[in-house]
């Protein structure tokens, strides 16, 4: 659980980052408030894409760039965040495969088992 939750605070603040990255640009480029920024990098951050039209080419190309990149932050992110989880529960797995069946002893012989 402290993996987790140390996942999960480091994802948020990534998330955020890039949000504020989103949001920055859309002011910066397009001459958007601060609260249709934010929802404009928020929509392009998960893939829903933008909600208000590009109205110039600064616009369009700071929104090109920033879609590659929310795109392998949010995937990325997603994989921080789950990883733990699959880890234990592969764990977890690992450790119950081999529960019922008693492990291989080596052999002494020193004949090859392909031959």
Do not use: C
Not at 86 to 113: G, I
Request: a neutral charge.
């Amino acid at each position: 659980m402290r993996r987790f939750a140390r996942n999960a605070a480091v994802v948020f603040g990534v998330v955020f980052l890039a949000l504020s990255i989103g949001a920055v640009g859309y002011h910066a480029t397009d001459g958007l408030d601060w609260l249709d920024a934010y929802l404009n990098a928020a929509m392009i951050l998960t893939g829903m894409g933008p909600l208000a039209p590009f109205r110039s080419s600064a616009a369009k190309v700071f929104g090109i760039f920033y879609s590659v990149f929310s795109g392998v932050v949010f995937l990325s992110m997603i994989a921080v965040l789950l990883g733990p989880l699959a880890q234990r529960f592969l764990h977890r797995f690992h450790l119950e495969l081999y529960e019922d069946e008693p492990a291989p002893k080596p052999s002494s012989s020193s004949s090859s088992p392909l031959a």
